[in-house]
Every structure is written in structure tokens, then in C-alpha cells.
């Protein structure tokens, strides 16, 4: 069965840093681009990350470039993001989401996707 | 950063027809990429519902259909059920931008 497990949310502080992982399973990892998606309490679906099969190509939206790092370890089956320098609006659920293809040119879409991880921003 | 706008919400009667709207712009949908549709049900992860503008994962129940015109996109319920009630969410990629976008999103309400 094809599986995502994403962990690592909490609550922390404005300016503190977290890492989020997500543990895949059921499919060959390394051959997919892999997506980080949030969404904050009550409001729509933003994509945050991707990264591609290799690393080769990542791309952040706005919001969080330059304060958000995705990597993977393809031969852990998982991928991460560091989050620093938050913010009270990166209060979210965070969702792990797998490509299916490999880059992150726009071609292809999320079909797998996990439960997500909460992650609050608060003092 | 909703680049695609959809109607926040529609209503509609068991067994009625609703179609929700995708409206982009000539970076993404006009510019020729694919529009994905997901479902999410209260509560849950999404779930992706149409692929490729019109395609339906195996599962997914032929009530559901997708269509893509211009710089906008349509996914239609014919049939509606009370399972349908859930968010809707359209998505795309913007190449000015880079990056991938999602739809405002909209919910749908049986009456």
C-alpha cells in the first residue's frame, strides 16, 4: 500500500525553527518528485515546496523562500522540510504529497497524499 | 498566492447537476498546462478526484467529469449525492512563477 507519514509539527515560538519529515512507503521513492502542501485552520489548500527525483530541481512559493529548506534522503524513503524563522501564518496542517512524475516542471499532479501534520506558530 | 479563483461556494438538490468553476489566466491554464481536481471530504487529507482535465482515477465515480477551455477549467457533478459535500480544490502550474497553484476552493453543499 502506497503511504505517506508525514511528523515532526509541534507548537513553537515566532522565530524558532522546525523540521518536518514524511516516511514513505509502497512505492519506489527516488523515482518521484515529492510536494509539501499546507493549509492554515479554515482557509484553502497553498503549495509550499517541491523537489524533484534527484534533488536536481526545488522550487518554494513565495511565502516561504528563503526561510524554507526541502530535502530528501532517497535512501531513507523520506523527505524533509526546515522551517525557520517562523511566522504566526505558518500556522498550518502540513501534507506530504507525492508527484507522479518525476521533476517538478508542472506536468504532472499530487496523487498520493498523507494525513498531514499540524504545525502552530504562537507565543 | 490563489492564482486559479473559484466560487466559494454551490448548492445544489440529491440528483441535481452543480459545476464549479477554475479561472486562471495565460501563465497557467491558458498557457497550456493540465488542471487537477481534489476532493476533500471534512476533515481528511485531499484527494485527487480528475487528472489531466479530464481524467478519473480508477475509484472515482463517473458522476464526476472535468473539462478545460481558454484560461478556465469546469468540474461538473451530475447525480449529486449527499457524499458529495466536501472542498473542492482546482490546481495547476503557473510558468511565470514557477510554481505549482491551487484554486481558491469551493465548497459544495447538498441541499
Known amino acids: 500500500e502506497v503511504q505517506l507519514v508525514e511528523s515532526g509539527g509541534g507548537l513553537v515560538q515566532p522565530g524558532r525553527s522546525l523540521r518536518l519529515s514524511c516516511a514513505a512507503s509502497?512505492?519506489?521513492?527516488?523515482?518521484?518528485?515529492m510536494h509539501w502542501v499546507r493549509q492554515a485552520p479554515g482557509k484553502g489548500l497553498e503549495w509550499v515546496s517541491g523537489?524533484?527525483?534527484?534533488?536536481?530541481?526545488?522550487g518554494y512559493a513565495d511565502s516561504v523562500k528563503g526561510r524554507f529548506t526541502i530535502s530528501r534522503d532517497n535512501a531513507k524513503n523520506s523527505l524533509y522540510l526546515q522551517m525557520n524563522s517562523l511566522r504566526a501564518e505558518d500556522t498550518a496542517l502540513y501534507y506530504c504529497?507525492?508527484?507522479?512524475?518525476?521533476?517538478?516542471?508542472?506536468?504532472?499532479?499530487?496523487?498520493?497524499w498523507g494525513k498531514g501534520t499540524t504545525v502552530t506558530v504562537s507565543s | 498566492q490563489s492564482v486559479l479563483t473559484q466560487p466559494p461556494s454551490v448548492s445544489g438538490a440529491p440528483g441535481q447537476r452543480v459545476t464549479i468553476s477554475c479561472t486562471g489566466s495565460?501563465?497557467?491554464?491558458?498557457?497550456?498546462?493540465?488542471v487537477h481536481w481534489y476532493q476533500q471530504l471534512p476533515g481528511t487529507a485531499p484527494k485527487l478526484l480528475i487528472y489531466?482535465?479530464?481524467n478519473r482515477p480508477s475509484g472515482v465515480p463517473d458522476r464526476f467529469s472535468g473539462s478545460k477551455s481558454g484560461t478556465s477549467a469546469s468540474l461538473a457533478i451530475t447525480g449529486l449525492q449527499a457524499e458529495d459535500e466536501a472542498d473542492y480544490y482546482c490546481q495547476s502550474y503557473d510558468s511565470s512563477l514557477s510554481i505549482y497553484v491551487f484554486g481558491t476552493g469551493t465548497k459544495v453543499t447538498v441541499l
Open positions: 509502497g512505492f519506489t521513492f527516488d523515482d518521484y518528485a
Open positions: 504529497a507525492k508527484d507522479l512524475g518525476g521533476t517538478t516542471s508542472g506536468v504532472y499532479y499530487m496523487d498520493v
Open positions: 523537489i524533484s527525483w534527484n534533488s536536481g530541481s526545488i
Open positions: 489531466g482535465n479530464s
Open positions: 495565460s501563465s497557467n491554464i491558458g498557457a497550456g498546462y493540465d
